[in-house]
């Protein structure tokens, strides 16, 4: 069974941090980059971070470049999403996907059900 469930989401305050797990079956994982993407109100998804399957590269969205940290753990199968210096622009749904390493939706294969994170000013 392929399975990728995000925890970690909340209301934070601008300039908080918040930390985003997302826990996957090894059909997902194993083998694959995996990113977040993110979709605010009203708007369409967006990529956020990703990282390849060794954990040696990571490629992020400019607006949180210096801001976001992404990381996997292989032998937990999990992959994360530390967020410092939060602004109210980062709410949204985020969710995790597994596939390969681009910024594009369209090559991911398998998605969580997302977790919301909500910034206030």
């Known amino acids: 069974q392929v399975q990728l469930v995000e925890s970690g989401g909340g209301l934070a305050q601008a300039g908080g941090s918040l930390r985003l797990s997302c826990a996957a079956s090894a059909r997902a994982f194993d083998g694959n980059a995996m990113a977040w993407f993110r979709q605010a109100p009203g708007k369409e998804r967006e990529f956020v971070a990703a990282?390849?399957?060794?954990?040696?590269?990571?490629y992020y969205q400019e607006s949180v470049k210096g801001r976001f940290t992404i990381s996997r753990d292989n032998a937990k199968k999990s992959v994360f999403l530390q967020m410092d210096s939060l602004r109210p622009e980062d709410t949204a749904v985020y969710y995790c996907?597994?596939?390969?390493?681009?910024?594009?939706?369209?090559?991911?294969?398998?998605w969580g059900l997302g977790t919301q994170v909500t910034v206030s000013s």
């Open positions: 996907a597994a596939g390969a390493y681009t910024t594009s939706e369209s090559t991911y294969n398998h």
């Open positions: 990282i390849i399957q060794s954990g040696r590269h990571t």
